[in-house]
């Protein structure tokens, strides 16, 4: 259940609402990650009732838009001005899914964390992936995903960067993802939350 305004604001489409909650938050000194925290976890909700069936496509895309907007306005306060570059990070919507909300979120986040990110877009073979991991080095790639039917792809483009002998660390994130989803296709790394991914590839550039 939610209980945080923002979040219900954003999962029950209300645009107004999120916009002055944003703004009014922003004022009284709330960091802009815990604000896009709140928007993250209320398109999560947003998400959760399109899968039981109570929104359709086109209110999830209303709640994508309300983000965006909301983005607008967070993004220049995330990017750290004077943030020291850390490496390379590949990161994609894997083959058969075209949903780039969460992952947008994910790049903006990590630029901002002083990664230079690679973004792949979506329907991302998993030939793609392979190809730009070896071009940049990249230690760490991000796959995200928001169809559960997509599962499977993701198990293939991990084998298939394992055959092709890449000791690259992978990261799954999307609402649905757990640690029997991360135990079945065989990533490092699961995330829900955009934010999450910056703490786990704080971790893994800092081993």
Do not use: W
């Not at 999560?44 to 709640?63: P, Q, V």
Request: aromatic share 4%.
């Amino acid at each position: 259940m939610l209980t945080d305004a923002l979040s219900i604001a954003i999962a029950d489409l209300e645009e107004e609402q999120v916009a002055g909650l944003v703004k009014e938050r922003l004022a009284s000194g709330v960091a802009p990650l815990e604000i896009v925290n709140s928007l993250q976890m209320g398109m999560a909700e947003a998400g959760s009732r399109f899968e039981t069936g109570e929104y359709f496509l086109g209110e999830l895309i209303m709640c994508g838009e309300i983000m965006q907007d909301s983005m607008i306005v967070l993004e220049p306060l995330l990017i750290g001005s004077n943030a020291e570059y850390k490496g390379n990070i590949v990161i994609g919507t894997v083959k058969g899914d075209i949903h780039d909300l969460g992952k947008n979120i994910a790049v903006m986040l990590l630029k901002g964390s002083g990664y230079n990110v690679i973004d792949l877009g979506v329907d991302v073979s998993k030939d793609k992936f392979i190809e730009a991991i070896k071009e940049y080095n990249a230690p760490l790639v991000g796959m995200s995903v928001l169809l559960t039917g997509c599962q499977e792809s993701i198990k293939e483009t991990i084998d298939a960067i394992r055959a092709a002998g890449l000791d690259t660390k992978v990261l799954i994130g999307g609402n649905y993802i757990d640690d029997l989803v991360k135990a079945h296709v065989g990533a490092d790394y699961s995330a829900q939350a955009a934010t999450d991914g910056v703490k786990i590839a704080d971790e893994i550039f800092s081993a």
